[in-house]
């Protein structure tokens, strides 16, 4: 329980310290949002209003605190570029960035542990250095690239899917799911190449160990060893690094949304970026550090539970 408390407690300050440091950095970097609101019907005067109108004025660290009770009311405030609501703005493009990252984490688990047992269960033979090689190609490859050379073969060459052609799930939710398919193999293949590593060497390691050598002097043969005693020992850091990679398909699936033309929280960020639309920017970046923070204690609460080890440290 103390552990569980610690970790907590840690996550919490982690959240605050984010949401601070998200909010300063918008309003430090160059740009005026009334430059970009107002266009040619800028004037010192008009500006002037449209910030007091926006609460730009106030002092930075009490316009922080409104921001943060706002957000964690579930208000994070108005959009400076649609003049509504942010979490309306928002709405639909959660919806679509939260379901490629979860289609992308679901291929990374379906492709890398079946990998990671077929490298580690044929050792030393001509599969496993095949193997090895691909995986080594396929964790270099950054996945924009893979999104950029999917979209030209698959969509411009076959035309198995239409580049730019997004069906929204309210739409058709099988159409969805499979336009969502080529990002999310885009997103999770150098993914699932790091974690099928990960698992092979966590097997090997395994395999060396004292327990290991008593199961075969039992009889056992090495697919039996492997099966009945080595997976469970070597799955536990491949579970956090599970957890973890998580957060990391959220990170390339709003990279890859803008190589598919995905109208996801990716695509949203950066035009509110260049529209000085601080308060959805703000929120996109504090929803994309809660992921990546929450997943990261996640992993190491679930950890804590499936290792003795770690409870006892």
Not at 119 to 137: D, T
Not at 163 to 186: I, K, N, Q, R
Not at 234 to 240: E, F, G, R
């Amino acid at each position: 329980m103390t552990y569980v408390l610690k970790k907590t407690g840690v996550l919490i300050v982690s959240l605050i310290l984010i949401s601070l440091l998200a909010f300063l950095a918008f309003q430090i970097i160059p740009g005026d949002p009334t430059t970009k609101l107002l266009g040619t019907d800028w004037t010192p005067e008009r500006a002037e209003a449209l910030r007091e109108q926006l609460g730009l004025n106030g002092n930075i660290f009490a316009r922080y605190f409104q921001w943060l009770k706002g957000l964690l009311s579930g208000d994070p405030g108005i959009s400076y570029s649609y003049f509504m609501p942010v979490k309306e703005v928002m709405q639909g493009k959660i919806q679509v960035t939260a379901a490629l990252s979860l289609l992308s984490w679901f291929l990374v688990m379906l492709f890398s542990i079946p990998l990671g047992i077929l490298l580690a269960r044929f050792q030393g033979s001509h599969l496993e250095r095949a193997g090895i090689v691909l995986n080594q190609v396929f964790m270099a490859v950054p996945p924009f690239f893979l999104g950029m050379l999917f979209t030209y073969l698959f969509g411009l060459l076959l035309k198995w899917f239409t580049p730019g052609a997004y069906v929204p799930f309210s739409d058709s939710f099988w159409g969805a799911t499979g336009y969502m398919a080529f990002p999310a193999l885009a997103v999770a293949i150098p993914k699932a190449a790091k974690t099928a590593k990960l698992l092979r060497s966590s097997i090997l390691n395994e395999m060396n160990k004292a327990y290991v050598r008593t199961a075969y002097s039992r009889g056992n043969s090495r697919w039996a060893v492997l099966r009945d005693h080595v997976l469970r020992n070597a799955m536990l850091p491949v579970i956090t690094y599970l957890a973890m990679s998580l957060a990391d398909t959220v990170a390339g699936s709003i990279i890859v949304e803008q190589v598919f033309a995905l109208p996801g929280l990716g695509r949203l960020l950066l035009s509110s970026i260049g529209n000085r639309d601080f308060p959805v920017a703000q929120c996109i970046v504090v929803i994309i550090a809660f992921v990546v923070v929450f997943m990261n204690y996640l992993a190491d609460i679930v950890t804590q539970y499936v290792d003795p080890r770690v409870r006892l440290n």
